[in-house]
Each structure stands twice: as structure tokens, then as C-alpha cells.
């Protein structure tokens, strides 16, 4: 089974500053990953995945991740944060079967 | 409709009430899951079907709950004579592929309080 390791509870981000959200994996097979992200009273939206294409992967609202194998890491970021990106965002996890295994979550502020 | 839809979105029950929380996945879509979110916490699996088959209720945390989706459409999660440790916002998503990789859509959830 898959393990999520958020690092992080809170992020709290300037507008216009760099948003790097940090998310390892645990698991001896490179699983899939994904980034959702959680607006108030929402459901979770998908951000981007990986699926072993490529190690970076390009999302949506200008969000990129990269997956390192060597470090077993799936970290999030976009050069410039705006104020909509405030929100919860969540790493996950699917590796040989079908359940998705999320992180804690962290929460992003947006300071104008 | 267009995404994953989810009613009641705000279900308030005294302890002991039985609930039944309903899921419309994206029309066609063969895999249907459900999880459980705490207050805080990042959702946790709670069980999945394949169109009207259930093929794993590992996550279900009791015998209280119970999950059923007849027609291999519409999803029911019911939760019978619910306690305070029951109050979240239970997620369902669903997918076009059966199991594995697929990306699983997500509807906005039902936030289930028990007083």
C-alpha cells in the first residue's frame, strides 16, 4: 500500500511569489501521482497526475510537479501565486491497485 | 450531467438515525468509489464498485455502513444508527476505466454531521 508524506499543514504565500508544495511517496514501485486541489465546500478537483510519460508534468492554473525517484518526491509548484489559488491541495497516490492514497492536505494562503 | 453529482449536500442526524447519502457518477463511467474525510485530514478510501459488482469494502469502517449501486449507475452509501465518530464529508468519485490508473472525478461531497 501507498503512504503519503505532506509536508506542511499551512503555506502562506505572497501574490506573485513561488508556490512549492512538497509531497513524498513510499513505495518500491513507482506508483501513479496526482495533485488535487479542495476550494471550500467543494470536491476535489484534479491539478495534474503522473504517469510515468514524464517526469514533469504540467497542470492546470499554471501548476507544474516533477516526479524524482531518487528522492521519492512529487513536489508541486507555480512561479506566481494568485490570489485564487488559495485553497487546500492534497497529494495522492495509486500503486498496484485502485485505491487512491491521499496526504494530510496543505492549506495555501494568499497574501495580497 | 456534466460532473459526479452528490445529495444531500449537508445531512444533520441525531445518534441512532439510519442515513442514506446518494452518488450520481459521470454517465458511462464503469468504477465508482467512496471515501471519507475527517475534518483535517486527506480523504480515506472506504469502498468500490465495479459497474454493480462491489469488489472491495475493505475501508468500510463498521458493519453500520453499507453500500450498494443495483443498476451499476447511481451509488447509495447508507449508514445505519449513526454515531458523533460518523460526522465527515463522504466523497464519491468515479472513473471510466475498471480499477487501476484511471483519473477519478470527484463530487462535491455530503457533509454528514451527527449531533
Known amino acids: 500500500a501507498q503512504s503519503v508524506t505532506q509536508l506542511g499543514s499551512h503555506v502562506s504565500v505572497s501574490e506573485g511569489a513561488l508556490v512549492l508544495l512538497r509531497c513524498n511517496y513510499s513505495?518500491?514501485?513507482?506508483?501513479?501521482l496526482f495533485w488535487y486541489v479542495q476550494y471550500p465546500n467543494q470536491g476535489l478537483q484534479l491539478l495534474l497526475k503522473?504517469?510515468?510519460?514524464?517526469?514533469l508534468v504540467k497542470g492546470i492554473n499554471g501548476f507544474e510537479a516533477e516526479f524524482k525517484k531518487s528522492e521519492t518526491s512529487f513536489h508541486l509548484t507555480k512561479p506566481s501565486a494568485h490570489m485564487s489559488d488559495a485553497a487546500e491541495y492534497f497529494c495522492?497516490?495509486?500503486?498496484?491497485?485502485?485505491?487512491?492514497?491521499f496526504g494530510a492536505g496543505t492549506t495555501v494562503t494568499v497574501r495580497a | 450531467g456534466a460532473g459526479v453529482s452528490q445529495s444531500p449536500r449537508y445531512k444533520v442526524a441525531k445518534r441512532g438515525q439510519d442515513v442514506a447519502l446518494r452518488c450520481d457518477p459521470i454517465?458511462?463511467?464503469?468504477?465508482l468509489f467512496w471515501y471519507q474525510q475527517a475534518l483535517g485530514q486527506g480523504p480515506e478510501f472506504l469502498t468500490y464498485?465495479?459497474?454493480?459488482?462491489?469488489?472491495?469494502k475493505s475501508g468500510l469502517p463498521s458493519d453500520r455502513f453499507f453500500a450498494e449501486r443495483p443498476e451499476g449507475s447511481v451509488s447509495t452509501l447508507k449508514i445505519q444508527r449513526t454515531q458523533q465518530e460518523d460526522s465527515a464529508v463522504y466523497l464519491c468519485?468515479?472513473?471510466?476505466?475498471?480499477?487501476?490508473?484511471?483519473?477519478?472525478?470527484f463530487g462535491p461531497g455530503t457533509r454528514l454531521t451527527v449531533l
Open positions: 468519485a468515479s472513473s471510466y476505466l475498471p480499477g487501476a490508473t484511471d483519473t477519478q472525478y
Open positions: 513505495s518500491s514501485v513507482p506508483p501513479y
Open positions: 503522473y504517469t510515468s510519460a514524464a517526469t
Open positions: 495522492a497516490a495509486i500503486s498496484n491497485d485502485y485505491k487512491l492514497s
Open positions: 454517465s458511462g463511467h464503469v468504477s
Open positions: 464498485f465495479q459497474n454493480e459488482a462491489q469488489l472491495d
